[in-house]
C-alpha cells in the first residue's frame, strides 16, 4: 500500500523557474544566461514537445524544424543545432533572385582577387562615417569589408567589417550564410530580432550570431557604427582557462542568449541572404520571426565587456595579452588559433622594475584594433572610437622613443588604465588583405608619418667605457681595440657626446 509523504514542518522555498535576467531601460527584453547551455524556451507553455523532436502533430499545428550548425557526423562535444516549433516553415517562401549587391563586402581574400592587397606596413583609420539623413542605408547595405584572408566559399578563414547605418530594416530580414558574425556596436544600440527571440545590445556589449539565422536590425537611438568580425566554418568558443582555474576572464554565466518570442504576421517580407559574399533575395507572406518555442545549443547571444574578469602580472613582468581573451575561434591546424577577441578595459597596474607599455613586438599574428569609447594611450598610431589600427604579421611595432624614454625613467607608482575605456584587438593568425573600401574609398585613412621612427638614440655607445670595464672583469677584450683606426676612435668620441 502507497500511502502519501506528509513533508516535514520546516522553513524554505523552491524555485519555480530557471533564472531569466530582468529588463532595464536601455534594454527592454529578458535573458537566459550561461555559454554553450541546451536550452528549452517557450513562448506559450506547453508547446514544445517531450521525449521527441519530431512528433505526428505538433501541439497547435506548429511546424517542427532543426537548424543545424555543425555536421551530424560531429563529435558530441562540438555538435551545435537547434528545434523550432513555429507557425509556418521556413522553406515557405516564393522563388530566390540575385539580389542588388553591396558593392563593399568582400568574401575571398586571395592574392588573386584584384579589390584586395596584401600590404607589409601598418595602417590606421579614423571613425568610419555614419550616412547622412537623405542618404538612408540599413544594417545590411551599411556594412563595408575592411579586411580578412581565406574565403567563405572553402569555410577557411575570417573577415573584419565595420558597419554604419542611419535606418531601420523594418520588414526585411537577413541570413548570413557564409559565417558567424561577432558584432561589436561603436555607437548607437542593435535592438535585433531573431528567429530565436530578441537581443538589445549597446556599446560594451558584443553580440554573436551564428551563420544561418535569420536576424532584422532596428536602431533605436537613429544612427549606429560598429565593428564586424565574420569566421567561416568555425564557430566562437571560449578560450582555455589553463593555470587560471575554473573562474577568471569571461565566465559562462554572463553570456545571455534570448527567449522564445513570436508574431503573428501575414504580410509580405523580404529575406535577404549573403552567399560567397554575394546578396541573394526572396519574398514570403509571413513573418520569419514565428517561432513559438525552441530548445538546443546553437544561438544567438551576447556578452557585456564590463563583466570582464581581468587577470595581469600583480608584481613583475608583463603577461602576453592572450589574458585579455574574451572568445577565440580555432583554426583547423591544431593548437592554433583562428582568432582571438581581446578586450582592454579598466585594470590597475602595479609591476615593479618592469617596462609597463606594450612591449616592441613582431608578432606572427596580424593585429586590428578598434575602439568602442574612451582614449587609448598608445604613442604610435592614431585610435579613436569607431577607427582602427592595422599591424600586420611579423611587422615590428611598439611605442615611441618619447614614451619609452618616460617609461624607463618614470616611478612606478600602482596606477589605474584604461579607465573610462573599451579599447579591443582581433588577434588573427593569418595574414590580412585590406579591401579598396579600406585603402581608398573610407576617406578616414590616415597618412603614413615616413620619420616617425627616426628619433631613437642609441644609449648603448654610451657606456663604451662600462662595458669594457665588465668586459675586462670577465677576462674579455674590449670594444676598443688598439688596432682601431684614428677615424674609428674620433667616430666613438663623437658618438659619446651625443
Partial sequence: MITAIQPPISYGRTAQSGFITTATDLDPYSYQVGYGNRFATEAIPGTLPQGRNTPQKCKYDLFSEQLNGTPFVSARASQQHAWFYRIR???????????????????????TNPSTKFLARDQSWG?????????????VQGIKTIGGHGDAMSKEGLAVHAYTANRSMGKTAFCNNDGDFLILPQHGRLDIQTEFGHLMVRPGELVVIPAGIRFKVELPDGTARGYIQEIFGAHFELPELGPVGSNGMAMPRDFEYPVASFDVDQTVWTIVVKLAGRLFEYEQEHTPFDVVAWHGNYA??????????NSATVEKEQSDPSIYCVLMAKSKTAGVALTELLVFTPRWSVTTNSFRPPYYHRNVCTELMGMV??????????????????????MPHGESYERWSEATTTELVPERVNENTLAFMLHISGHIALTDYALEKSGTLHEIQANFWDGFDSGFTKHIDQID??????GLGGLRRPEKTKEANELDSEIMKR
Fill in 89 to 111: 516553415p521556413s522553406v515557405a517562401h516564393r522563388p530566390v533572385t540575385t539580389s542588388v549587391d553591396n558593392p563593399n563586402l568582400v568574401a575571398s581574400f586571395a592574392a
Fill in 127 to 139: 571613425a568610419f562615417p555614419i550616412p547622412e539623413e537623405s542618404d538612408p542605408v540599413d544594417f
Fill in 300 to 309: 544567438p547571444y551576447k556578452y557585456a565587456t564590463e563583466k570582464f574578469v
Fill in 373 to 394: 569609447y574612451g582614449d587609448w594611450k598608445g604613442s604610435a598610431t592614431l585610435l579613436e572610437p569607431g577607427g582602427l589600427t592595422y599591424e600586420p604579421s611579423l
Fill in 469 to 474: 670595464r665588465d668586459l675586462a672583469s670577465a
